[in-house]
């Protein structure tokens, strides 16, 4: 149980492009899920927090217009890179919380972003 | 969050126990101790969370100090497959909560 996906899995997208990553949770509901960005040889790095129905809370740093983050149901939080640059090619990966509370995160296998 | 320290990197060799440390001297009494892995290109993975005693689960075990300054993540057969980045986390329980990943132990277990 407890099984987070994220659509797709890799990515090429040319610059200037905007694209969009899934993260699903299949067999429970989501009352919070998280987005990461991780470069290589480097350490996960929080880009925001949302909740289902309300706006994302983004980390210091993190452009919430670059960045779309909707979280319409409480299996799925999408993460829109918008006008994708080369610095934005980097691992995204999504998590989510089952409970509120609970801080016990199940991660997604991450969506791999390449801007050319 | 109380901030972490571990050891960048440590070698096992397989079917020996594997104790990673982890030093959090300025933890805080409602704070929790996680430990999460990350094998390469993957999502990182939940391992254990301890508050004040010795817990056990089917992966591993975690040894707190008496003063909850430190930590040890004990996986007692180390295989292959455990090798990845392993990373330390102090948690505040109750609200959602941030997990903010520092640099980690590289474990590498070998032959």
Redesign the interface.
């Known amino acids: 149980g407890a099984v987070?996906s994220q659509h797709p899995s890799w990515v090429i997208c040319k610059s200037g492009t905007s694209v969009k990553i899934e993260c699903r949770s299949l067999d429970f509901q989501a009352?919070?899920m998280?987005w990461?960005r991780q470069f290589p040889k480097q350490?996960?790095?929080?880009m925001a927090?949302s909740?289902e129905g309300s706006k994302a809370t983004y980390e210091q740093g993190v452009e919430k217009d670059k960045f779309l983050i909707n979280h319409a149901s409480l299996t799925l939080s999408t993460l829109t890179v918008t006008s994708a640059h080369p610095e934005d090619s980097s691992?995204y990966?999504c998590?989510a919380?089952r409970l509120?509370?609970?801080?016990?995160?199940?991660?997604?296998?991450?969506t791999?972003l390449t801007v050319l | 969050d109380a901030k972490t320290t571990q050891p960048p990197s440590m070698d096992c060799a397989e079917g020996r126990a594997a104790n990673l440390p982890c030093n959090h001297s300025t933890i805080s009494g409602n704070e929790?101790v996680?430990w999460y892995r990350?094998i390469h290109?993957?999502?990182?993975?939940?391992i254990i969370?301890g508050l004040k005693n010795n817990e056990t689960n089917e992966m591993a075990s975690l040894i707190i100090t008496e003063d909850r300054k430190s930590s040890t993540l004990i996986l007692p057969h180390a295989t292959l497959r455990d090798t990845a980045?392993y990373?330390c986390i102090v948690?505040f329980?109750?609200?959602?909560?941030?997990?903010?990943?520092?640099?980690?132990t590289r474990l590498a277990v070998h032959p």
């Open positions: 987070v009352t919070t998280f990461y350490s996960l790095m929080l927090t909740n691992f990966i998590s919380s509120a509370g609970d801080n016990e995160q199940f991660f997604g296998p991450g791999r | 929790y996680y990350q290109s993957q999502g990182p993975q939940y969370h980045v990373y948690l329980s109750g609200g959602y909560n941030k997990l903010i990943f520092g640099a980690g």
